[in-house]
T-cell receptor
Framework: DQQVKQNSPSLSVQEGRISILNCDYT??????FLWYKKYPAEGPTFLISISSIKDKNEDGRFTVFLNKSAKHLSLHIVPSQPGDSAVYFCAASGGGSNYKLTFGKGTLLTVNP | DSGVTQTPKHLITATGQRVTLRCSPRSGDLSVYWYQQSLDQGLQFLIQYYNGEERAKGNILERFSAQQFPDLHSELNLSSLELGDSALYFC????????????FGQGTRLTVV
């Protein structure tokens, strides 16, 4: 039972354009959402998070949008840069006293020069 | 550098053997998480410790066990190893056990032959 789903295994965009990575979740108890970036042979690196009391959070080129009614979140990267090429994981936590992060399977983003 | 240190980086062992993976969390972080990433899989949560006590358990096999010591470092013990246990094992830490970003180590790549 996959509670966090990233339905696009890969995404390719041109440098300078917008990258939009999507994530859906099924557990309505989730109340905190995060995006991680992972390069090969490295651990995941935290990018940006959003609490369920918000619908948008920005940090530089990265913006996360949360649509609670649709149980959907997205990560926008503008403008995309070749160094952004990596696997992006969506994660969620919350629900009682259980704060473990539940991850999606990831989306490989390739930004072409 | 996330501040989370995992040793060893690589481990090759035979089926039936037992190994111990070690994790030193970021300075001041009380919570430690262990995740497994197999081929084509996302990050699967194994277990969480908070200030020395087990806080949450995921799909961790009975052959696997973990503990967090008074100095807050953690060890993941894998025994009676099978070929299917070959994976990347990540440790992450966070300041407390609540909704917050976790910082990941570089992982230990375990190969069972």
């Amino acid at each position: 039972d996959q509670q966090v789903k990233q339905n696009s295994p890969s995404l390719s965009v041109q440098e300078g354009r917008i990258s939009i990575l999507n994530c859906d979740y099924t557990n309505s108890m989730f109340d905190y959402f995060l995006w991680y970036k992972k390069y090969p042979a490295e651990g995941p690196t935290f990018l940006i998070s959003i609490s369920s009391i918000k619908d948008k959070n920005e940090d530089g080129r990265f913006t996360v949008f949360l649509n609670k009614s649709a149980k959907h979140l997205s990560l926008h990267i503008v403008p995309s840069q070749p160094g952004d090429s990596a696997v992006y994981f969506c994660a969620a936590s919350g629900g009682g006293s259980n704060y473990k992060l539940t991850f999606g399977k990831g989306t490989l983003l390739t930004v072409n020069p | 550098d996330s501040g989370v240190t995992q040793t060893p980086k690589h481990l090759i062992t035979a089926t039936g053997q037992r190994v111990t993976l070690r994790c030193s969390p970021r300075s001041g972080d009380l919570s430690v998480y262990w995740y497994q990433q197999s081929l084509d899989q996302g990050l699967q949560f194994l277990i969480q410790y908070y200030n020395g006590e087990e806080r949450a358990k995921g799909n961790i096999l009975e052959r696997f066990s973990a503990q967090q010591f008074p100095d807050l470092h953690s060890e993941l013990n894998l025994s009676s190893l099978e070929l299917g246990d070959s994976a990347l094992y990540f440790c992450a830490s966070s300041p407390w056990g609540g909704n917050t970003e976790a910082f990941f180590g570089q992982g230990t790549r375990l190969t069972v032959v």
